[in-house]
């Protein structure tokens, strides 16, 4: 049974920093791609940053700079370290792990304030 789990939401101030992780279970992790989204509300959800099992990273324009994707495959957690953080960062983040379909997490919230 695959189990994809993600902790360290919050709220955070304007120019503050958050890091989320996520672990998963079930699955051969160092060969899935992981990857965040997020969904604000009234939006469609979107691909934040996604890691490769070979490291190699790929970020949406709007975070490039200021987020930080990473693994540790010997934890299966990956781990997204978000600074610089603005109000339209706010969003639910899910987490999702590719082996051979998708595996989402149940989502946690991120609050920035202004």
């Known amino acids: 049974q695959v189990q994809v789990v993600e902790s360290g939401g919050g709220l955070a101030q304007a120019g503050g920093s958050l890091r989320l992780s996520c672990a998963a279970s079930?699955?051969?992790?160092?060969?899935?791609?992981m990857g965040w989204y997020r969904q604000a509300p009234g939006k469609q959800r979107e691909l934040v940053a996604i890691?490769?099992?070979?490291?190699?990273?790929n970020y949406v324009d709007s975070v490039k700079g200021r987020f930080t994707i990473s693994r540790d495959n010997a934890k299966n957690t990956v781990y997204l370290q978000m600074n610089s953080l603005k109000p339209e960062d706010t969003a639910v983040y899910y987490c999702?792990?590719?082996?051979?379909?998708?595996?989402w997490g149940q989502g946690i919230q991120v609050t920035v304030s202004s």
């Open positions: 890691i490769a099992g070979d490291g190699s990273t």
């Open positions: 079930g699955i051969i992790f160092s060969f899935s791609t």
């Open positions: 999702n792990a590719i082996s051979a379909r998708h595996y």
